[in-house]
């Protein structure tokens, strides 16, 4: 897991919705913005695959971005931006194993024709006979 905390920039704004007393006084939500390109933790082929993967989190600008207003503190919600967009490029950063397709075995084939077979034949003893 990589760490490239020390290129976040965050803006503060005042959460949206129904609150109470500190609603339109205090900035408690937290918007956590990270330059990909500017970045120096990761390599072009990297970079590359984080914007393809998050694409739809990226402005035109190519600057990652998410808000979080979970919490009443504004210390809360930027620990949980930090929290959320290391998750969201560490996991943009794997890449899937290759799936290779595979043949049923003998014995699975058998199974399947035996099953087949026993269902057959109680089909065909419902049958009405004279």
Request: no cysteine.
């Amino acid at each position: 897991m990589r760490d490239f905390t020390r290129e976040l920039t965050f803006k503060t704004s005042r959460s949206s919705g129904a609150g109470g007393q500190n609603v339109n006084k205090v900035e408690t939500s937290v918007t956590v913005l990270w330059d990909i390109q500017e970045s120096g933790v990761f390599n072009d082929h990297q970079k590359d695959l984080i914007q393809t993967k998050l694409k739809n989190r990226i402005n035109a600008e190519g600057i990652l971005f998410l808000t979080v207003s979970e919490s009443r503190t504004q210390l809360a919600n930027k620990n949980k931006a930090v929290e959320k967009i290391l998750e969201l490029v560490n996991q943009a950063l794997i890449i899937p194993k290759k799936r290779f397709a595979t043949k049923p075995s003998k014995g699975q084939k058998q199974k399947r024709l035996d099953t087949k077979k026993k269902l057959s034949e109680k089909k065909e003893n419902r049958k009405f006979k004279y």
